[in-house]
């Protein structure tokens, strides 16, 4: 049984339809890779899977139960959390503040203390930072509080989207490092990225989405190797 | 001198009580983007149900307060439910400040209905009479320092909640994105619920201090108070808790000295100029952020 598993979802804005059908599944410790250029639809997607979105019809299964009806808020302490596109960090707050309100959804006082532990061992730089405003960290530190956040519920699946937007290529590479960590550490993730290259590299596999449709997918390996995803995705 | 001192103290006083209307302002506007009109209102149906505890039923000040208290906030939170939400997400959000200039009017002819337009004269809550310093020159009514006193104690609560407990928290998350605060768990819906529930209970009790302070109540006893708070938390800051104490003794201060060396006619007109002058040089207001673009 997959852990995460769409069925025909179809999601509109207005009179305009953003996903017209998508079925993917994630299956437990896999990495997933959402990739497909600007507007396609992945932010919708991921939206719609923690719950900010309401899909018209379609199924999303976690864990064999159906959760496309239950709200938002609802989501997270069932083991699903998510790293936003644009980090969406809270800038007023200090980096802890931050932290202990990815935690919001836990009751044990004394596993969110682990996942503090944790989360400031991945992330030096945080525990450095953890009483300055988040407002005032750069893009990249950013991104990893906005990451460090969504690990203090301890998810069992991650999903993130667009994780190495407007990042040097340093921190990039950064980034995909702790991607990978975090997931030999026992996670699963959806990634979403534009990066198609970095992210099919540590995928095990991909689904592409065109304009609301999944137009590929497959194994990793295999899209990296195909003639017209390297053109269309990959820049050669 | 001492006349000086006792009309600031006067000023400190009223103040107090726009600072404590406008912490419920801005409390709301902060977190659920929105400008609660009827906010002013809520004092008037808080004043209008201590009256009728204290001097209709002969209950107590304590017990008629604690009433209206809870009144207040049944009040504030069934409107935001019934009223407000299902505009949450409006294409414009005129549509919701129409609706909440419509809830201020429904809430002041109802209190014309029930109550009748006659001026009633309000028993104050509080009963000290107050101190009496420098030889009988310096008169300080009980009121004036148990206002002073409750603000203060009120704007430490509500900093000490917001900054130290896990609903405070959710509070400021959902104020600065309810997306993200969503992801996190937060219950939007009942964060910006329990925001209402504390800004009406706030204004139960600048109800019970200003008619005991100015103790004649009418339907429109909440109205120029509400503005004039409205006034203060924009001066200090919207959004901003300290910024509304601020902007709130600023007001009080200003409007009992201008009433009392330049023209009582003017001090509104004062009051509001200065509301003018301080956007133009400063549109955040005393405490309000630069709004900064982040890279
Ligand atoms: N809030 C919105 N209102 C209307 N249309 C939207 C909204 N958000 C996204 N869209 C549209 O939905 C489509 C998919 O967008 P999105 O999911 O953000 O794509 P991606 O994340 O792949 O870049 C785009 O055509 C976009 O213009
Ligand atoms: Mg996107």
Redesign the pocket.
């Known amino acids: 049984m997959a852990l995460l598993e769409v069925k025909d979802l179809k999601v509109y804005?207005?009179v305009?339809q953003?996903l017209k059908g998508i079925s993917f599944h994630v299956d437990k410790g896999e990495i997933v890779a959402l990739i497909?250029?600007?507007?396609?639809?992945?932010?919708?997607?991921l939206?719609t899977l923690s719950g900010l979105l309401q899909p018209r019809s379609g199924e999303i299964l976690y864990n064999g139960k159906n959760i496309t009806k239950v709200p938002g808020h609802k989501i997270v302490s069932m083991g699903m959390a998510q790293v936003p596109?644009g980090r969406r960090v809270f800038p007023d707050l200090t980096v802890a503040q931050n932290l202990r309100l990815g935690a919001y959804s836990r009751k044990d006082q004394a596993e969110t203390e682990a996942s503090f532990e944790y989360v400031y061992k991945r992330f030096p730089r945080l525990k450095e930072r953890q009483n300055q405003a988040a407002g005032t960290l750069s893009g990249g530190e950013q991104q990893m509080l906005a990451m460090g956040r969504a690990l203090m519920s301890h998810p069992d699946i991650i999903l993130m989207?667009e994780p190495s937007m407007g990042l040097s290529p340093i921190l990039v590479n950064e980034i995909f490092d702790i991607i990978r960590e975090v997931h030999e550490d026992g996670t699963t993730v959806l990634l979403?990225e534009q990066n198609a290259k970095k992210a099919l590299a540590i995928a095990d596999r991909a689904y592409v989405?065109e304009t609301?449709t999944i137009s590929t997918e497959g194994k990793a390996s295999d899209l990296l190797g195909d003639e017209s995803i390297r053109k269309a995705y990959l820049g050669e | 001198m001492l006349s000086f001192l006792q009309y600031l103290i006067s000023g400190l006083s009223l103040g107090s009580i726009y600072a404590i209307i406008a912490l419920g302002y801005t409390m709301v506007y902060g977190i659920a983007k929105m400008l609660n009109f009827a906010h002013g209102d809520f004092i008037m149906i808080g004043s209008y149900v201590i009256f009728t505890v204290v001097t209709t039923l002969s209950g107590g000040s304590i017990p008629g307060l604690l009433v209206a208290i809870v009144c207040c906030t049944l009040i504030g939170v069934t409107t935001e439910r019934i009223a407000y939400r299902p505009l949450r997400g409006a294409a414009s959000p005129l549509a919701v400040l129409i609706t909440a200039i419509g809830v201020s009017y429904f809430l002041e002819n109802l209190a014309l209905l029930v109550f009748g337009s006659d001026t009633k004269s309000f028993t104050p809550v509080v009963s000290w009479s107050g101190l009496v310093l420098a030889d009988g020159k310096l008169r300080i009514q009980g009121v004036t320092i148990i206002t002073i006193i409750v603000s203060i104690v009120i704007l430490i609560a509500l900093q000490t909640f917001v900054n130290k407990t896990r609903e405070g928290q959710a509070m400021l998350a959902v104020a600065q994105d309810k997306g993200a605060a969503t992801l996190m768990g937060i219950n939007v819906n009942r964060t910006i619920s329990i925001t209402f529930a504390i800004g009406s209970a706030l204004a139960a009790v600048a109800g019970a201090l200003l008619c005991s302070a100015y103790p004649s109540l009418t339907p429109y006893t909440g109205a120029m108070p509400g503005i004039k708070a409205f006034v203060a938390a924009v001066l200090g800051g919207i959004g901003s808790i300290p910024g509304a104490m601020i902007g709130g003794l600023c007001l009080g201060i200003v409007e009992i000295l201008s009433k009392t060396y330049i023209s009582s006619q003017l001090s509104d007109a004062i009051v509001f100029g200065i509301l003018i002058i301080v956007l133009l040089v400063r549109p955040t207001g005393i405490l309000g952020k630069n709004i900064q673009e982040k890279v």
């Open positions: 804005y207005g305009i953003a497909g250029s600007n507007g396609a639809g992945k932010t919708t997607t939206h596109e989207d979403v989405l609301g």
